[in-house]
């Protein structure tokens, strides 16, 4: 007969925690979790970029509408996490156009949560980068300039 493998420590630990753990009613946070996780990001930016967002909308929806799918020539809803819409500050006039929309940030719940599922981040930084990567829009930035910025502060 072969013998039976001991168990370390480590297992030992491992396996009550997972045991602990509530895996039955484990589920994905909800859109309503995701509003707060954004307003969290949100408060934690300097008052001075705050102060500067303060007419932006912001919207959780689960996925991006097919218009902005085929105007972004997406392959999947899934490739686009956030989205901007709206004027840039630098683009505004002195004074806001009539009938103009407010400016908005959509955060898309389905294709962050498939993000967060392949990547090795925790989902409030994803939330935190993406919400942060559309207010960059709000000021103007393109997605290029975001990418040297982000680059340069890796450095």
Not at 48 to 74: G, M, Q, S, Y
Request: with cysteine; aromatic share 10%.
């Amino acid at each position: 007969m072969g013998s039976v493998p001991s168990v370390t420590a480590s297992t030992s630990a491992h396996a009550e925690a997972t045991a602990a753990a509530d895996w039955d009613a484990a589920k994905a946070p909800a859109i309503a979790d995701f509003e707060i996780m954004a307003q969290a990001a949100f408060d934690r930016l300097p008052d001075e970029f705050r102060a500067l967002c303060a007419d932006v909308v912001f919207n959780v929806t689960e996925f991006p509408e097919d218009d902005v799918i085929k105007e972004l020539e997406a392959e999947s809803p899934f490739d686009i996490l956030g989205l901007f819409s709206g004027v840039g500050l630098p683009q505004q006039g002195y004074a806001p156009q009539t009938g103009q929309m407010p400016n908005t940030i959509h955060l898309y719940r389905r294709p962050i949560l498939d993000y967060w599922a392949e990547n090795d981040e925790s989902l409030g930084h994803i939330v935190t980068h993406v919400l942060v990567h559309e207010i960059g829009h709000h000021f103007g930035f393109s997605d290029e300039d975001m990418e040297a910025i982000e680059a340069e502060a890796e450095r």
